[in-house]
Antibody, heavy 117, light 109 residues
Framework: QVQLVQSGSEMKEPGASVKISCKAS????????MNWVRQARGQGLEWMGR????????TYAPGFEGRFVFSLDTSVTTAYLEIRGLKTEDTAVYFC??????????WGQGTLVTVSS | EIVLTQSPDTLSLSPGDSATLSCRAS???????LAWYQQKRGQAPRLLIY???SRAAGIPDRVRGGGSGTDFTLTIDRLEPEDFAVYYC??????????FGQGTRLEIK
């Protein structure tokens, strides 16, 4: 079955960087782009963008250009989200989510990133 | 960019009732591009409906998606305690963006 296992919670100071991983299994990793979604505490879901897993081509939603970087290691079917120059407002849960079912996505369990001095 | 507006923000019902959640798009959307998710506190969203009407694996047939154009609905019959959660609609658009509604909280009355 499909499994999306994300790395554990992170606590960082403002200005630092963090890199979250998403290990995928149970489906053909290169056939489905990987999306990233942010959810701040008590808020809704916000699409950050996606990376094509066959080419590495990344598309970022408005507001997520510059400090946010998607990458892949296809040899281990893993997608990564790096956030540089962390700000307190980056505190949120980050989900990886491949669109495996037409319009619908499967989800990793989420990674909480807390940015605080 | 398509904007999705869900209503109501909160729906208070009792177990055994039927729930109808609405999702309105700012422009016409092919129903095959619409999905619905359930999210419980502290958990990742769970896919319920994709392609507007198709149930994801393990989703019971008392959960139904419908609608067309700009108006879509998620109907849950015979509510069970585990159905009380937050529900999001989502559209997969061109270029290749994804947009979520703001969510509807289904709470026990």
């Amino acid at each position: 079955q499909v499994q999306l296992v994300q790395s554990g919670s992170e606590m960082k100071e403002p200005g630092a960087s963090v890199k979250i991983s998403c290990k995928a299994s149970g489906y053909s990793f290169r056939n489905y782009p990987m999306n990233w979604v942010r959810q701040a505490r008590g808020q809704g879901l916000e699409w950050m963008g996606r990376i094509k897993t066959n080419t590495g081509d990344a598309t970022y939603a408005p507001g997520f250009e510059g400090r946010f970087v998607f990458s892949l290691d296809t040899s281990v079917t893993t997608a990564y989200l790096e956030i540089r120059g962390l700000k307190t407002e980056d505190t949120a849960v980050y989900f990886c989510a491949p669109r495996l079912h037409g319009s619908g996505m499967d989800w990793g369990q989420g990674t909480l990133v807390t940015v605080s001095s | 960019e398509i904007v999705l507006t869900q209503s109501p923000d909160t729906l208070s019902l009792s177990p055994g009732d039927s729930a109808t959640l609405s999702c309105r798009a700012s422009q016409s959307v092919g129903f095959t591009y619409l999905a619905w998710y359930q999210q419980k506190r502290g958990q990742a969203p769970r896919l319920l409906i994709y392609g507007g009407v198709s149930r994801a694996a393990g989703i019971p047939d008392r959960v139904r998606g419908g609608g067309s154009g700009t108006d879509f609905t998620l109907t849950i019959d015979r509510l069970e305690p585990e159905d009380f959660a937050v529900y999001y609609c989502q559209v997969y658009g061109t270029s290749p963006s994804i947009t979520f509604g703001q969510g509807t909280r289904l709470e026990i009355k």
